[in-house]
C-alpha cells in the first residue's frame, strides 16, 4: 500500500505563535467548565458514574467452607490449566482420604488473571477477584501462600456471561 507523506512547508516570513497560544488557553478555559472526569484517589475509589466492574479480574482469593477450612480439595485441575504456569499446589490427604492442599500459592505477579482457575475449579474455592492494589516492595510478596489467598475480603468476578457480554 503506497504511504502518503504530508510535506509541511516552513513560513517564509515571520509568524506570530500569539494566536496558537490563545487557542491552546481557550481550550484549557473551556475544560474548566466541563465536568470532572478525574477522581481523588485513593481517597475516592469509585463514582457514581465510575466503578470496578463485577467481572474485574484482580488478586485472587480462596473460599472457606464453615470450619474455616480451604474449599481446595487439591484436584490438581487449576495448576494444569493455568497458561503462566504460576501456581504450585502440593496435594495432602487426611486418615479418611480427603485430599487438601499441604501448599497452595500463586505467583501474582506472573498471573496474566486470564480466570481459568476460577472457571475450572470443581469446588468453586479459588476465584480472581474484583480487587487490584496490590503493588508490594519485593517480589517475593506477591506469592500469595495458602493463608493469605484464604484472608482476602474483597468481592469475586463473576464470570463471562454470553448472554451479558459487557457485564451489565
Ligand atoms: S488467573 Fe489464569 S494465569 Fe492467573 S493463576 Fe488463574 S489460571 Fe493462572
Ligand atoms: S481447581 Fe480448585 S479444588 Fe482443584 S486444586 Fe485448584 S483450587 Fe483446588
Known amino acids: 500500500m503506497a504511504i502518503g507523506v504530508k510535506v509541511m512547508k516552513r513560513p517564509e516570513r515571520q509568524v506570530s505563535y500569539v494566536r496558537a497560544t490563545l487557542k491552546g488557553m481557550a481550550l484549557t478555559f473551556k475544560h474548566m467548565f466541563e465536568p470532572r472526569v478525574t477522581m481523588q484517589y485513593p481517597e475516592q475509589k469509585s463514582t457514581p458514574d465510575w466503578s470496578l466492574s463485577q467481572r474485574w479480574r484482580g488478586t485472587h482469593r480462596m473460599l472457606t467452607d464453615e470450619q474455616g477450612r480451604s474449599k481446595c480439595v487439591a484436584c490438581g485441575l487449576c495448576p494444569q490449566?493455568?497458561?503462566a504456569n504460576c501456581i504450585k499446589l502440593v496435594p495432602g490427604e487426611d486418615e479418611h482420604g480427603n485430599r487438601y492442599p499441604l501448599i497452595y500459592e500463586i505467583d501474582e505477579f506472573r498471573c496474566i488473571f486470564?480466570?481459568?482457575?476460577?472457571?475450572?475449579c470443581p469446588e468453586e474455592a479459588i476465584h480472581v477477584g474484583v480487587h487490584f492494589e496490590n503493588s508490594e516492595y519485593s517480589r517475593g510478596r506477591f506469592v500469595y501462600d495458602?493463608?493469605?489467598?484464604q484472608s482476602q475480603t474483597h468481592a469475586v468476578?463473576?464470570?463471562w456471561d454470553p448472554s451479558d457480554p459487557r457485564g451489565e
Open 81 to 83: 490449566i493455568c497458561p
Open 114 to 120: 486470564c480466570g481459568y482457575c476460577q472457571e475450572v
Open 146 to 149: 495458602l493463608e493469605r489467598l
Open 157 to 159: 468476578s463473576t464470570l
